[in-house]
């Protein structure tokens, strides 16, 4: 019973992999909630003030430091209708330990009302202190690379 505990409580670290600073507020939920709440300041909260926001789609942008974080937000919340909810969940692929803090590998769903849903892969390098992006990557994915990742949703969809 004892081995089977112990074979237990090490496949559970191993599978869940380290977690950042547990007084700091988790980025992922911060940008879930900024994204439903439409809120571009809340979402360049999840961000340190010197970050860099990075997207590598068709073209790639940068955004560096808190205001132009915050204003890539606006834009991107301005471009949604506004009767269209938003809503943001995450697949993580890896989570990496580094002198620093955390780096993240995965796929996002960003679901705009009922009849858009859009795929993205990220990079994040999380600061170990706060907790927060240093460094956000967003590139292009689709809803099979989303589908293929093992493990649940971050945050489960309501029922």
Do not use: H, K, W
């Not at 992999?17 to 300041?41: C, F, S």
């Not at 989570?95 to 960003?110: K, M």
Request: aromatic fraction near 10%; include cysteine; glycine fraction near 6%.
């Amino acid at each position: 019973m004892r081995l089977l505990a112990a074979v237990l409580l090490l496949l559970t670290a191993c599978t869940s992999g380290p977690t950042p600073n547990a007084e700091a507020a988790d980025p992922y939920a911060t940008l879930r909630t900024a994204y439903a709440a439409r809120d571009p300041a809340m979402a360049a909260s999840a961000y340190t003030p010197d970050a860099q926001l990075i997207y590598e789609y068709d073209t790639t942008s940068v955004y560096a430091g808190t205001a132009e974080i915050r204003a890539s937000f606006a834009d991107f919340f301005d471009q949604i209708a506004p009767e269209d909810a938003l809503d943001l969940n995450f697949r993580i692929a890896s989570r990496t330990a580094t002198e620093s803090g955390f780096e993240d590998r995965g796929i996002y769903r960003l679901r705009a009302g009922a009849e858009i849903t859009s795929y993205g892969g990220f990079e994040t390098r999380l600061d170990s202190t706060s907790g927060r992006f240093v460094s956000d990557t967003g590139t292009a994915a689709t809803r099979e690379d989303f589908e293929a990742l093992p493990g649940d949703l971050m945050f489960p969809d309501a029922p």
